[in-house]
């Protein structure tokens, strides 16, 4: 008996070494992947981050020397629109509606000063007449008043910077690699450009600031922001909140609660599983289809009265991508919904309840967090899609911004691609900042849906 316990206890005691040591073998390999992850997060930051600032080498197609001897920092605003008036006379009607007006040219150019630059210092006897009926010997001088009394010599002096010497970027360093490679660089630019008074400046960029999210793009690095593409991806995303989540939650609603178990329900709910891992490009081709070409007379607006026959729009978009994420969130729904204990259901109906009633009072509540979880997961795959909404017809590059759910539109991820396959210098560190600008709404979307389900999660434990 002794003998046999003592090799039962050995049996065991070897047993246990084993299941200790694989044990011990998946916590180190667990513990790898994560510093693995973390470490490949952190490059990625860090890789962003780098390229979102450094140091650009700006060249001007109009030397400043050649239309003042001062410095143009050391001019006073009339002397500054002086020689706007002199090199630019057509141009100033177009600045002060940029500048002043916030108007189109078009517009701007018919409506009397007195009305579109109401509130602003005027010239006597010119509040009745628009730009159009100035008289022509004495239209630049007009209007360079009206913007030497509107405008301050640093606004001046950035909208001669833009109109007449046009900077462009000749070569942009990274942050870290013009931090430590600094003399080499200067070493190159003064080999490059001997004479040091036409010598550009080594200049320090942020390409991440508030003017990226206000200025539309453009061809030149220096002057193109996300404005354009950053509404579109937000129009897309109301579009997908607004439809695809509520169909979404109630065809799992009634796959859980309502549909019984036929074999025609189980082959729907198979068939929305594969859905989930379908790639995005068929989805495009299926919006394309059915929403820009089937439906062209409602995604184009054509039935409102929009002049524009064209389906391919945002709201085609936004149904598409609504369309896209749906399998996600359906299966997300009903994991929660399925979560949800029958114990729960079978106290409403005690107390006389209906079934939608314990649906809506009772199940929905307790299965709200895991329905939030799959909305995350849903909005992280609608802002990083790009191919179905080239298909359907986003624009490469636009500089209009969308007015209606009828327009033409672009996103984020279609302009951040836009510029990293651009040759010029300065468009690759644009798309780092814009790319710093799509995970911070990333992060935005994904904080609101945290804190509604932890509130949610909180009132049910309440």
Do not use: C
């Not at 036409?198 to 508030?210: A, I």
């Not at 009772?362 to 895991?370: F, S, T």
């Amino acid at each position: 008996m002794s003998q046999f316990s003592y090799v039962q206890e050995g049996v065991y005691k070897s047993s246990i070494s084993r299941r200790h040591a694989r044990g011990t073998l998946w916590m180190r390999f667990y513990q790898i992947s994560f510093v693995i992850a973390i470490v490949a997060l952190v490059l990625l930051v860090f890789t962003i981050v780098n390229q979102a600032f450094g140091y650009v080498l700006i060249t001007y197609r109009v030397e400043p020397e050649t239309i003042s001897e001062r410095p143009l920092e050391t001019l006073s605003a009339p002397e500054l629109a002086a020689i706007l008036e002199a090199r630019v006379p057509g141009q100033l009607i177009p600045i002060a509606a940029q500048n002043l007006a916030n108007m189109d040219v078009a517009a701007f150019a018919n409506a009397p000063l007195g009305q579109s630059l109401a509130g602003r210092t005027l010239p006597e006897g010119v509040a009745n007449l628009t730009p159009r009926d100035l008289p022509a010997a004495d239209r630049p001088a007009i209007m360079g008043t009206i913007l030497a009394n509107n405008l301050s010599a640093e606004q001046l002096v950035t909208v001669i910077q833009n109109i007449i010497l046009v900077p462009d970027v000749q070569e942009a360093w990274h942050l870290f690699d013009g931090l430590l490679n600094r003399e080499a660089i200067q070493a190159r630019i003064i080999e490059q450009y001997p004479d040091p008074i036409t010598r550009p400046e080594l200049q320090f960029r942020s390409w991440l600031n508030l003017s990226i999210l206000t200025v539309p793009g453009a061809d030149n690095p220096l002057f193109a922001g996300i404005r354009t593409a950053l509404l579109g991806s937000i129009y897309v995303l109301v579009i997908v909140i607004v439809v695809g989540f509520p169909l979404g939650i109630m065809a799992a609603i009634y796959l859980e609660e309502y549909a019984g178990k036929h074999w025609i329900n189980g082959l729907i709910e198979n068939n929305i599983r594969n859905l989930a891992g379908v790639p995005s490009i068929v989805y495009g081709m299926l919006g394309l289809q059915l929403f820009a070409r089937a439906l062209e007379p409602f995604t184009s607006g054509a039935i409102f009265g929009f002049t524009d026959t064209s389906g391919r729009t945002i709201l085609s978009a936004g149904l598409t991508m609504s369309l896209l994420v749906l399998p996600v969130v359906i299966i997300n729904a009903q994991e929660a919904i399925r979560a949800v204990p029958y114990s729960y259901r079978e106290a409403s109906f005690g107390l006389g309840a209906t079934k939608w009633q314990t649906i809506w009072r009772q199940v929905l509540p307790a299965a709200l967090p895991g329905i939030l979880t799959g909305t995350i997961l849903s909005i992280a795959r609608a802002v990083g899609e790009t191919a179905p909404l080239i298909v359907v017809g986003a624009s490469t590059f636009i500089v209009q911004d969308p007015n209606s759910l009828f327009a033409r539109f672009t996103v984020l991820p279609i302009q951040i691609y836009n510029w990293t396959i651009r040759p010029q210098a300065g468009f690759k560190e644009l798309a780092a900042a814009a790319i710093v600008v799509l995970l911070v709404l990333l992060i935005v979307l994904n904080l609101f849906a945290f804190i509604l389900r932890n509130q949610a999660r909180r009132s049910l434990q309440a």
